[in-house]
């Protein structure tokens, strides 16, 4: 058998925190390697326990969770761990800069137990995981307010159909979605995501729904 998935639990409510971790600790395949209830002590625990997955509140004490998903997950980091942001505040600025951040993943608290399983799985993976309604809302709202004026889409390189399937990530899109849109095979669209990806510079589809917004190609 493959050792479960080690996931740190950080949030500064004792109550939410606590029942996170049972949730967690519940099922056979993942294990709850710590807890803490703010950001810094997050960034020391990762260093000391090398978790799988961070599952990180927002707003806490001495360290938000965005800065400390920066620390952990973002640009120039070493080593990062992947980090999926859970959080009572369905903000579109806060989802925006938790991507920004680096985190692999974006869930809101109210979500049932087996969406946050299912999401603290999927990024255990490499994958990305965004709320549907979240990520769907931010299109052509927040997004719109903070894409840069610079560069063009005839600067990306990136085919017609690949650019496509990059806009339909970012709209929130699944693999089985894309391929319905675009009447093509799920493996097809696999292929392209690998593409885009690698042309890119990306990690996971996270950061290509940030390239996508950063760059204007989502209206």
């Not at 395949?29 to 020391?44: I, K, P, Q, S, Y």
């Amino acid at each position: 058998m493959s050792a479960p998935v080690r996931v740190l639990v950080c949030d500064d409510q004792v109550l939410v925190r606590t029942g996170l971790s049972t949730i967690i600790d519940a099922q056979p395949d993942l294990e709850v390697a710590g807890e803490c209830g703010d950001g810094r002590a997050a960034v020391e625990l990762v260093g000391e326990l090398r978790p799988d997955i961070v599952v990180m509140d927002v707003r806490m004490p001495v360290l938000d969770g965005i800065e400390a998903t920066r620390r952990l997950a973002g640009p120039g980091v070493e080593h990062p761990v992947k980090v999926l942001v859970v959080t009572t505040f369905n903000l579109d600025e806060y989802v925006y800069e938790a991507l920004r951040a680096g985190a692999s993943g974006f869930l809101l608290k109210d979500a049932p137990p087996d969406r946050l399983l299912h999401g603290i799985r999927t990024v255990a993976t490499g994958a990305a995981l965004l709320d549907p309604d979240v990520t769907r809302r931010l299109v052509g709202r927040y997004a719109a307010r903070i894409r840069p004026t610079e560069g063009t889409a005839q600067d990306i390189p990136l085919t017609p159909r690949e650019m496509e399937v990059l806009r339909l990530i970012a709209d929130g899109r699944s693999n089985s979605e894309i391929a319905a849109a675009l009447v093509i095979s799920h493996e097809t669209v696999k292929t392209f995501v690998s593409r885009i990806l690698a042309k890119l510079g990306l990690r996971d589809r996270v950061q290509a729904v940030v390239f996508a917004y950063r760059r204007g190609l989502v209206t």
